[in-house]
């Protein structure tokens, strides 16, 4: 019998909501696009791309603006959570999905998922009045006392341990980013074949040998996918690093000091922008922190798709 050619309603139906919401992100990006550039125009034709981006002045009263210290905090406060932060919730992975007994893995695993769920501007709370303390008066002067003498790292904590400083605000993200890494690489954990570690297992490798060499590279690609998520997270976060970084546009060598970084200007001084070029300039920030998200998402989406491919030869 020949097939009809005409097509289900249902199925044109479903087809054109999904390509509608599928093509609503693309135009929301673009909006979003159109929206920084236009609000910036002033700024950008004021001060141009390279001399806005290379500029240390932060000044307000003198209407001059640059990026360079926004974009210097942002960048360190963000690699330093990332390497704190994914160690941890690797460790966190493999101990829920290889080594913790049952009756532990269904408790850590609500705990995860909660840290996840608790809101930014709590973390920041804690931070300051919590976390702050403890850095300032005990864990900042012992990493002094213990680099002392060591010129490689001895520069990292010069100055007066405040709490108020990068270190602490890279302490704050971390915690925030582990739960994404961490629940992502257990996921991923779990997708090995137990065939495979049986296998591993049967032949007399040990625990820390199936992990190494059977787990870890089974699952790389998920685990990378959690550290970009974390890493997109850490970008744009805002509220807890506003509390105990101190918004010091100003670019330093020490972890102890305090910083500037995008986020935290727009939320402190966007209220206080009395003047156009102010304003633009803000909103300039704005469009830099969305080409910076952009532009590294997409970097670690190329490595992942080359890496991808690379597995499934």
Known sequence: MPVSSRKNPVDVTFSAITAVASFSVIVLVVGILYVLFSESSLAISKFGVWHFLSSTDWDPVRESFGALTNIYGTVVTTILSLIIAIPVAIGIAIFITEISPNFLKGPIGVAIELLAAIPSIIYGMWGLFALSPIMGNYVEPFLQKMTTGIPLVAFLFQGTPMGIDILTASVILSIMIIPFTASISRDSFNLTPP?????????????????????????????????????????????????????DHKITSSLLDAAATITVTLANEFVEADKDIYLSSLFYLALVLFMMSFITLAVAKFFLIRAERRFSR
């Open 195 to 247: 065939i495979v570690k049986e296998s591993a297992y049967a032949v007399g490798a040990t625990k820390w040998e199936v992990v190494k060499n059977v787990v870890l590279p089974y699952s790389k690609l998920g685990v990378f996918g959690g550290a970009v998520l974390s890493l997109g997270r850490a970008l744009g976060e805002t509220m807890a690093v506003a509390f105990v970084l101190g918004n």
